[in-house]
């Protein structure tokens, strides 16, 4: 049965007609019965073209970690964009977010930008820039966006293209890459750190970089094995390799320091984006002083005419301050712990072998295995199809999780104890009809 409405479908079939599949982003298509055209959004709901109401834990894909269209934020930016929003010079809003951002990722210097795209592909440069190196490590199942360098063996990849673990195969996950692209860059299982080692003392002269999310926020949020990031943070020291922590999912949502500050380790580069602008689009990368002083005009570039602009500088700040005067992120934890525990409960009773994944604000299912998955292989033993008939059955009824287990579950602050309650009878409900049909 399609989850779209008369409307719905009706809207989807102009979408089709005027952008490639009906969307704007690959991710978004589910196919042509089950892509939804979502109206509007408010606190922890969203509002499909029907005017059905779903409790919404997709978040656009992470960014509302206070609410959609959160009353604080929409003000400072209506306000803000009174007096204009791009001006090719300096404003002093983003003088205040970038001390923000200092101060709360214990950062030495920050520069804004968009997207996680953009920031992850500076970034990248900036330490091949410091090294004079060219290639990179990257781990298996993670994504970093969407520039060519990066998209191998992500978490779209079909994990028997991605070879053995003693000497993977960078998977491409598109058409289009040039050729001599993969030669630059090296995927690793994550959580093995022999591979990490050996790969390290193999080839440490050519690398610049270690990319890594430290929670696997494309791949169930699985979670380092303890020493796993300070093992990286280690051999990065040891042999001049620049430590980049890609945030962009991690970033101000499972603490307020993000990753750095949850595992208290220090990255060289980190990158943030999403929760950052709870929805408006706002990026940055930020680090240590000598490895961002890298940046300089006429030598080593990073620019964009919207870097810093006033719409998303204006979101960061009030989102930020937000974040650091109220106990937003232990409200967080604290719902998505009961939720946690509730999801455990309910599978348990239903006869249904589950592990579950990653912190309480962005957590994962992984069912039909009770051993918890330390890398992105170890997530295909699980049964991907159940989850899928169970998320479907949520959707039908009003909760909305991504159908696909290697997105997370997503909270944010305006989800309150009643849409807890509401999603944990749900999901008892789905989980029943799902088995009944599997
Ligand atoms: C860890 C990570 N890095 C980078 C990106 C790319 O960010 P954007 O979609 O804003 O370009 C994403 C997007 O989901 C991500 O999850």
Redesign the pocket.
Known sequence: MSIQGTKTKSLFQKAKAVMPHGVN?N?RYWGDDDTLVISRGEGAYVWDADGKRYIDYRLG??PIILGHAYPAVVKRVQEAIQEGTVFAWTTPGEIELCERITRMCKVDKVRLT???????MHALRIARAYTGREKFIKFEG?????ADY?MFSTASSNPSSLGSTRSPINSPNTSGIPKGITQYVINLPFNNFERLESTIHAQWGDIAAIFV?PIL??AASIMPLPGYLEKMRELCDKYGIVLVF?????GFRIANGGAQDYFNIQADLV?Y??SLGNGF?I?AIAGKEDVMMTIQPGAMAHGGTYSGNVVGTAAAIATLEILETEPIIKTINQRGNALMTGFGEILTEAGIPHTVTGVPSMFGMVLGIEQEPHDFRDYFKGDGELYEEIAMELIHRGVQPDADAREPWFLCYALSDDDVNETLNIFNDSVKAAKHQH
């Open positions: 982003s991710f894909f992470g968009n997207t996680g795209t953009e920031a992850t993670q994504y970093h966006g969407m990066f999310e926020g494309n890609d945030e962009v999912k991690t990158t984006a999403k689009p990026a």
